[in-house]
């Protein structure tokens, strides 16, 4: 697939973490302080509370599923992975996804377990 929004090999996901960072960085730089300040708050929205920062992620997840965002789905993807939530996890999330957001979903469901097969093989040494 060549849609830029694939993110499902490695190329891919440095491809978007190159442009979120850039762009994330940019859209600070404007000087817009309602842009600023809701950056902060989606940031702030994932630190750990009642619930912590793993089960928030998730729900995240699930929500990006659910309206279809597949930039937003790797975002969460990649921060899910990064806190140990294990591929059977992951699995379960997209299920939640899913029955939620109807059949809609399947196609972002394809995409995100080819990206988080992605990021799990990232972990392998050597890989």
Do not use: W
């Not at 702030?44 to 912590?52: C, E, H, I, K, M």
């Amino acid at each position: 697939m060549s849609d830029r929004h694939d993110h499902s090999d490695i190329a891919g996901l440095e491809a978007f973490r190159a442009f979120r960072a850039e762009m994330n960085e940019r859209l600070i730089g404007s000087g817009h302080l309602g842009i600023k300040r809701f950056l902060a708050l989606d940031g702030q929205a994932y630190q750990d509370g009642a619930l912590d920062e793993r089960v928030k992620e998730m729900l995240g997840l699930v929500a990006s599923l659910v309206l279809r965002c597949d930039d937003c789905v790797t975002y969460h993807l990649e921060r899910c992975v990064g806190l140990e939530v294990t591929r059977e996890e992951c699995l379960e999330v997209f299920n939640v996804g899913l029955v939620v957001g109807g059949s809609i979903v399947i196609p972002h469901l394809r995409r995100a377990l080819r990206t988080l097969d992605a990021l799990l093989a990232e972990r392998i040494p050597g890989n």
